[in-house]
């Protein structure tokens, strides 16, 4: 489903080099394997649920159901969103160039990596003056668009969050069926056993106004010391 992708990492020149990379997902919920990974039902989410992985959400105060679920190992973070997207084409390259634009100006730049191009930027903590290094993937899939946003250690080396990157390989995305605007975020939805659950992963949630958005410059996430 995902391309392989062109990595650029040649520091001195705009050379580029064609590297075979294939991830295993996301997966569309149609292509979904029967691996036997245990995965909580996050209603257009399925998370699985890795030892040594801690599961966050963020709520919307006025009606609290989750915008964003945030997937920790203790040094690094990975917010993940999910959108809907036209039949005809995917909708990674157009935001990408549209938040390329805004970020190059204060160091943020397009990279190769393990999903595709990717973008690395600084990210604001929500302190005066404080940002983050961060990097946003995005993945396209059959009318869905997949934003992951790391930060922490693997904000800045992609290699740093193993658990991170097996937990959005392996992650699937159910879509539905239902007319959805473009660039409206899925719903998703809180799992009433999540605490229970018996790979163990813990669950906390925050609340915040608002609404799941579309990517930009200015999307905040807590960093994880």
Aim: no cysteine; aromatic share 4%; proline share 10%.
């Amino acid at each position: 489903m995902v391309e392989s992708p062109e990595t650029a990492e040649d520091t001195g020149s705009a050379r580029r080099s064609t590297v075979a990379i294939v991830p295993d997902g996301p997966y569309d919920a149609a292509e979904a394997p029967d691996d036997g990974i245990n995965r909580l039902d996050l209603g257009s989410l399925r998370l699985p649920a890795l030892p040594g992985v801690e599961v966050q959400f963020q709520v919307g105060e006025a009606t609290g159901e989750p915008l964003t679920v945030l997937v920790t190992d203790g040094r690094s973070a990975m917010e993940l969103s999910v959108f809907a997207a036209p039949k005809s084409r995917g909708l990674w390259d157009e935001v990408r160039a549209e938040i390329l634009e805004t970020v190059e100006p204060t160091g943020g730049k397009e990279a190769g990596g393990s999903f595709g191009r990717e973008l690395r930027m600084s990210l604001p903590t929500g302190r005066p003056g404080e940002s983050v290094p961060a990097r946003m993937i995005g993945v396209d899939g059959p009318r869905w668009f997949l934003r992951a946003v790391v930060t922490g250690v693997a904000g800045q080396d992609p290699g740093a969050a193993p658990l991170l990157e097996e937990t959005l390989r392996q992650l699937v995305v159910a879509r539905g069926d239902g007319a959805m605007p473009v660039r409206d975020p899925l719903p998703l939805t809180l799992p009433r056993d999540i605490t229970d659950h018996p790979d163990g992963p813990g669950a906390a949630t925050s609340a915040t106004s608002g609404r799941a958005e579309m990517p930009t410059p200015g999307v905040r996430i807590a960093e994880i010391r």
